[in-house]
């Protein structure tokens, strides 16, 4: 795993093949930064599956309202949290590989819990939907998950913890 800069500000994932150690950035886009560590402090994002998964674009998951594993997999996609959707953070932060995206629906102002990672350099979508993390380590992980919209054997977030939380910070 790579070396945790800022454990309160990085998020570990749990994937079927490893960690995945993402950044987030609070001085990007601090109250979408802010959501994604009280929804991992509650447990929410755990075994929730990656609904919309498209090669060559991206991975999305985090819909902590339909998305749980044995759940209705049919209605993932549609669901966010219990808190307050989320006001558009847009920044001159570039939709690279392995950024997290707020995913939304046509409102700009609808953000809620859902994210995605990006597959490879998305730039037709910067601007338009908020950065708010990048992956610095487990890369090769994501790029493991099983594909569709909705895929047929969803992979899920096993685990999603905040680095500070985790035993010392750091593991």
């Not at 570990?12 to 560590?37: Q, S, T």
């Not at 708010?132 to 096993?158: C, F, L, T, W």
């Amino acid at each position: 795993m790579a070396e945790i800069r800022d454990p309160e500000n990085t998020i570990i994932v749990e994937l079927k093949d490893g960690p995945v150690v993402i950044e987030l950035l609070p001085a990007v886009a601090p109250k979408h930064a802010e959501r994604m560590k009280e929804l991992a402090r509650k447990g929410a994002y755990d075994n929730v599956v990656f609904h919309r998964v498209i090669e060559g674009f991206m991975a999305q998951t985090g819909d902590v309202e339909h998305g749980r594993a044995g759940g209705s997999l049919g209605r993932a996609g549609t669901g966010g949290s219990d808190l307050p959707d989320l006001p558009a953070e847009f920044s001159r932060e570039p939709h690279a590989r392995g950024t997290l995206g707020a995913a939304r629906s046509s409102n700009p102002n609808s953000a809620n819990s859902q994210f995605f990672i990006n597959f490879k350099d998305n730039s037709f979508l910067n601007g338009q939907y908020t950065v708010y993390g990048r992956v610095v380590s487990g890369m090769e992980h994501v790029d493991k998950i099983a594909r569709g919209e909705p895929p047929q054997n969803p992979d899920r977030m096993i685990s999603v913890r905040v680095a500070a939380d985790v035993q010392g910070g750091a593991q």
